[in-house]
């Protein structure tokens, strides 16, 4: 088989700080991403580990397109058990590193072991042919903003990083791993961020990895010219369609708003009144007199949908301020400007924490009278609180079952002890269906369906397919933003190694990852009963037609079992 060669997984051991290089399976050649950390995952972690212990496995996987000249196609996946739900998690990411490692022929970076001395802080760095182990305890503490500014200075133009923040060292659940983005200030400002899996990589006492591909030149794919051709295409195809990201997913506040699923206090009620001032036509506007816009994450992408923030002085504040930022940090803690939330996503972002495990916690802390509700400055000082420490620190940092737990509320959002996102699954009853059964807790990203007339009949098939076509996506590097179908994902493979790959391929590597993920999920001890939506989900009723999540446990426990595929499972995009 042609196409691209002599690629290697490297090994860090965080025990005896050392690294090394195995050549990367021929077999594993279509598995990136997503299931190529699940397939590591199943097969030498322990799924009854301590999750911040030794034995669990951190894994850094770009995806099968990563590095090569397909549009959009650069991302990385971040995997490991997660301190968060106690099953596997991926939580993918934007920015450089992705399409970096994979300009070197690097598809894994599989991080075991623990250091000795808690104290002590280590960096891994990867060049063409050297992989360093090395103590940086100086970076100790730092900021992600501060440590990428400070590894700026003696690090090539051309390294990007992954790197953790203050809650990442504290091993708090609710931690991020940060990606810098593919500007030339590069920012630490695209996060794998569900599943506290900058805790994981806090406990190994890894606190950023440097990868420098200096002039390494793209994959080569094994048919070059279909492979440019089919570029040209999909590029003038993506360009000249509808481009629903173009001003970023803040721009879905109005729509999320109207179907009873911008959620406020805590998800109280359905729609924030807040709508129209945490809208991302707000930020757009504000381009015009603060500078700032729309621009690309990582090289290649042709989709743009991520917006950089300014503050009134025209100075940057934060990227990308997203749908899901603005309803958990604004709408859902009555907080009504998108100023205060710029603030806030640039602090999570900074203390290296996920935006909507944060704003979860942060609600159910407000509701449980600990903070006023709309309180941003009180919120902007959790955040602070988070960084040093302190006990309310903690428990925010840990999440929202943390917090829960701290104040006594009964109120707990969350499916597998991960906080349900924006898209709320009393109207969105087949989301629903994507939080119960994912291997990954409530993640939009696994499975949204933005349906709420959609028979019930069709809830568990929606969901299933959903979940398989973001499971390939996820795996290929390919953005879901982007959103190439299980067809043409297939071609691009096919292309790149030069044979055929058949929908039976496709659709079967997409299976095999949910396979791969429940079977770690059960082995850690996880069965029917954690299936389950929270009480308040099926209590509380929300909008106009009082609607609650009735799905019966029978209907969501038939997404285990595979449908039959139809024509729409290779031509759905994915959506997330
Ligand atoms: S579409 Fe948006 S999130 Fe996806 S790679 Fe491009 S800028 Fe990043």
Redesign the pocket.
Known sequence: MSGPTGDRMIRVDMTNLTATTDPFPDEWKLLGGRALSAKILITECDPSCDPLGPDNVLVMAPGVMSGSSAP?SG?ISIGGKSPLTGGIKEANA?GNPGQDLMRLGIRAVIVKGKAADPDKRYAVDITGDDITVKEVTDVKGMWNYALIDHLAKSYSDSASFVSIGPAGEQMLKGSSVACTDADQARRPA?HAARGGLGAVMGSKGLKYVSIDAGKAKLRQPANRKDFAKFNKEATKGYLDGPQM?KTGTSSFVGIANMLNTFPYKNRIEGQSPDAQTLDGARIVESFETRGGGM????TG?I????NIVHDKDGNYKTS?LEFETLTLLGANCAIQSWEDVADLDRLCDDVGLDTVETGAAIAILMESGGLEWGDAEGAKNLLQEIADGTELGKAIGNGADAIGKHTGNKRIPTVKGQAIPAWDPRPLKATGITYATSPMGADHTAGLIINPGLPPEEFARASQEIQLINCVTDSSGF????GPTLDETRQYYGLLYGEEVTREQISAQGWQCLQDEWEFNKRAGFTAADDVMPECMKTDPIGPAKVVFDVPADVIASAYQRFEAREELYTTKPSG
């Open positions: 959009t991302r934007g695209r990201f621009h690309n994450c990582m992408c989709v743009q949908c991520s990308a953005c879901q933003f982007f």
